[in-house]
C-alpha cells in the first residue's frame, strides 16, 4: 500500500525529532554555520564544592608511635597521620573535582610528637649558631597536601613567639587567629581571615570566607612566652566582629575553623572572662555562620547542629578528633539568586584514616625526618635498677611518679633564695600516661620521654597549709565516691567529673589519704609533713609545672601565688638529664609511698 505523502508541518516536526536523536546519540556533528547562531549555554543555578578538616595533628607525620618505638595502636585500632589524611583528601578530590575541595585545619599542629620536639629544640627550625634552620615536617606535609588555612591551636605557642613565626613563614598558607592579639595595640598579630573562591564555569565565583578563632587559654597556659607580648579575646566577642564583615566583602559562605571545642565549658574557672570551649556559642550567638570546624577537645562529633538564636538558622559543627585519625568533610550545596550564591544545604560527616594506606608523596618527603627523630629518641641515656610502670599511677602511689617528683623538687631546690630554701618544699604532678613504663637495663630518651609526654616548663610556687589542703581536694574530685564496704573498681574508680588523667595531681613531701567514701570536698585526710600535722598558715614551696602554676585545669591558689622559682627548661629534658648525670636510675634513690585510698579510714589497696 502506497504511503501517502507528508505535508510541510508534519516534514518539519518529524526531521526536528530525528535531528535531535541524531546529535544526542553522537552520529551528527553541527555545521560551523549552525554552531554559529547556537545560543550560549546557560549559567549553572545550583553547585556544590567541599571543604576538608583536620584538627590537633599535634605533629604527628606517619602512623608511629616515638614512644613505644612501634605503629601506633590504640584499643578502638585508630591510625593516626597526616600522612594517612593526605590520601583521604585525595580521593576527595579525585571524586569531586580539584577545584571543588578547600582543605583547612583547627590548630595543635607544632608539638605534641618527640618530632615535633626535635624541631624545636634539638635542630630547631629558627636555626642555631647563625645558621638558618631545617623546614618543619609539618610544613613540609600541609604544603604539599595544599592546605587553605589553619587556626592557631593553643600548643603553637608552647616553644615561643619565635619558633611558631618561623613555622608560620614555611608555610604556603596563612595561620588564622583573629583573637590572637597583640599586647600593645590590641591588633591583630596573625591574619585574622582569607577569603578563597570556589570557580564555577559561567557563573560568578563562590566566595568562601575562612575565620580563624583560637583559645583564650593560651593567656595562661603560655604565660611564659606570650605575657606582655599577645592578648588573647573571646571567639564570640571576635566572630561578632569578623563575620559581618566577611559577608560585607560578599563572601557567599561563613565558615569558622575554631580551636575550641563546643560545649561551653572552660577548665580554667573563672581565671579568665572568656570561654575556652565556644564554639557553640559562637554558633548560637553570632549570626551568618555556616559551619564550624571544631578543635581543642581530642574527641570525634562526626556532626552537631546549633539554631543561630538570632536569625533561626541552623549552623553544622563537626569536630574531627586528633592526630589524624580522622577528617571532617564538610559538603555545601549553593543556589544562585538573583546572580548571588546561597546555601541551601550543609552536611558534614568524618571519615576513618585506618582505611587507607599512608600517601607515597608524604612518605618520600619525609621519611628522612622520620628516621632522624627514631634513631634520636632510642639514644641511651642510663640504666635502670627496676622495672618501672606507671599502670596503676592513677590510683597508687608509685615510683615512677617518685621519679617525677624527686626531679622536680632537686632542681627548684637549686634556684630558691636563701628564704625559700629554708622553707618546707614538695612536689605535685600528674600521671601523664598509663602505658608509661621505664624499663629494668637501658633506659632511652623515649622511656622518659613516654613517662612525659608533655613540654612543660618548671615553677617553684608559695602554698599555705589551708591552699594546700584546697589543692589537694580539687585533685581529689578525680576519683568517683564508693562508700564504705562496696568494692572499688579500678576501671570505673576515676576520671569523674570529666577530670582527666593530666589534670590529677598528686603530691609529693607531704603525707596523706584520699577517702573515696567521703563526698567531694571532704576526702583529704591526715594531711602532714615530716610527721607533723599541716598547719593551715605554714607556707610550702610547691614545684609545680608551668600548666598548672599559670591556672590549667582550674586549680584552687596556685595561678595567684606567689613565684620562688622559674625556669623555661622542660621538665622532660631535666629527667633525661637526671639520668644521664646519674648513669643509673635506682628507685631507692626517690620511692617513697606517702599517699594512699582509703574507705573511712580503711586503706584500699
Avoid at 41 to 66: M, N
Avoid at 554 to 580: C, F, K
Amino acid at each position: 500500500m502506497p504511503v501517502p505523502p507528508l505535508n510541510r508541518r508534519e516534514f518539519v516536526k518529524k526531521s526536528a525529532v530525528t535531528g535531535a536523536a541524531v546529535a544526542v546519540a553522537g552520529t551528527v556533528a553541527a555545521t560551523p554555520a549552525q554552531a554559529a547562531h547556537r545560543e550560549p549555554p546557560k549559567p549553572p543555578r545550583t553547585w556544590s564544592f567541599s571543604i576538608l578538616g583536620t584538627t590537633d595533628l599535634h605533629s604527628h607525620v606517619f602512623d608511629w608511635d616515638y614512644y613505644t618505638d612501634a605503629a601506633y595502636q590504640d584499643s578502638k585500632g585508630n591510625s593516626v597521620g597526616v600522612a594517612r589524611v593526605a590520601t583521604l583528601v585525595k580521593q576527595q578530590r579525585a571524586a569531586k573535582g580539584e577545584d571543588r575541595v578547600l582543605l583547612v585545619d583547627a590548630g595543635d599542629i607544632i608539638q605534641g610528637t618527640s618530632l615535633a620536639y626535635y624541631y624545636a629544640r634539638v635542630d630547631p627550625i629558627v636555626g642555631t649558631g647563625g645558621k638558618r634552620g631545617p623546614k618543619h615536617p609539618m610544613a613540609v606535609a600541609m604544603n604539599a597536601m595544599r592546605y587553605d588555612a589553619a587556626a592557631l591551636g593553643n600548643h603553637e605557642f608552647n616553644y615561643g613567639i619565635e619558633t611558631l613565626r618561623r613555622f608560620e613563614e614555611q608555610c604556603h598558607f596563612p595561620l588564622l587567629g583573629a583573637n590572637a592579639l597583640d599586647a600593645k595595640t590590641l591588633r591583630p598579630a596573625f591574619q585574622p581571615y582569607t577569603v578563597k573562591r570556589v570557580r564555577v564555569p559561567g557563573a560568578p565565583d563562590i566566595k568562601v570566607g575562612i575565620l580563624g578563632l583560637t583559645n583564650p587559654g593560651i593567656a595562661l597556659w603560655d604565660k611564659d612566652n606570650v605575657a606582655g607580648k599577645m592578648a588573647f579575646t573571646g571567639l564570640v566577642e571576635q566572630a561578632k566582629k569578623y563575620v559581618p564583615r566577611m559577608r560585607a566583602l560578599g563572601c557567599d559562605v561563613v565558615f569558622l575553623t575554631d580551636h575550641s571545642g563546643l560545649d561551653g565549658s572552660s577548665s580554667y574557672g573563672d581565671e579568665l572572662p572568656y570561654v575556652e570551649n565556644a564554639s557553640n556559642l559562637v554558633a548560637q550567638q553570632v549570626p551568618g555562620i555556616d559551619a564550624i570546624l571544631v578543635g581543642h577537645t581530642h574527641t570525634e562529633v562526626s556532626s552537631y547542629t546549633v539554631t543561630n538564636t538570632g536569625t533561626g538558622k541552623d549552623v553544622v559543627l563537626s569536630e574531627p578528633y586528633c592526630y589524624g585519625m580522622r577528617l571532617t568533610v564538610f559538603d555545601f550545596e549553593l543556589e544562585l539568586v538573583h546572580g548571588q550564591w546561597k546555601v541551601t544545604s550543609t552536611k558534614a560527616q568524618t571519615l576513618n584514616s585506618n582505611t587507607v594506606e599512608e600517601d607515597a608523596e608524604i612518605t618520600g618527603l619525609l621519611t628522612a625526618d622520620h628516621e632522624l627523630v627514631v634513631k634520636y629518641v632510642n639514644t641511651p641515656v642510663g640504666t635502670c635498677t627496676a622495672d618501672l610502670s606507671a599502670a596503676e599511677a592513677c590510683w597508687k602511689d608509685v615510683p615512677v611518679m617518685d621519679f617525677i617528683h624527686q626531679v622536680q623538687m632537686a632542681t627548684v631546690a637549686t634556684g630558691l633564695s636563701t628564704a625559700d630554701a629554708a622553707l618546707p618544699l614538695i612536689s605535685v604532678a600528674a600521671p601523664f600516661s598509663r602505658t608509661a613504663d621505664i624499663p629494668q637495663g637501658d633506659v632511652t630518651i623515649r622511656d622518659v620521654a613516654g613517662l612525659y609526654i608533655y613540654d612543660n616548663t618548671l615553677y617553684g610556687k608559695k602554698l599555705t597549709g589551708a591552699q594546700l589542703k584546697d589543692y589537694l581536694e580539687y585533685a581529689a574530685k578525680y576519683y568517683h565516691q564508693v562508700p564504705a564496704g562496696t568494692k572499688v573498681d579500678t576501671a570505673t574508680l576515676t576520671n569523674a567529673n570529666s577530670f582527666w588523667d593530666y589534670m590529677y595531681d598528686t603530691a609529693a613531701g607531704v603525707s596523706y589519704d584520699i577517702d573515696i567514701a567521703q563526698p567531694e570536698g571532704s576526702r583529704i585526710k591526715n594531711l602532714s609533713y615530716a610527721g607533723t600535722p599541716v598547719a593551715d598558715g605554714q607556707v610550702f614551696v610547691v614545684a609545680v609545672n608551668n600548666y598548672r602554676a599559670n591556672g590549667g585545669s582550674g586549680y584552687p591558689h596556685i595561678a595567684a601565688a606567689d613565684i620562688a622559682y622559674s625556669s623555661t627548661n622542660e621538665i622532660r629534658q631535666l629527667m633525661i638529664d637526671y639520668v644521664t648525670a646519674k648513669g643509673s636510675l635506682d628507685p631507692a634513690d626517690f620511692a617513697a609511698a606517702n599517699w594512699r585510698l582509703t574507705q573511712d579510714g580503711t586503706p584500699v589497696f
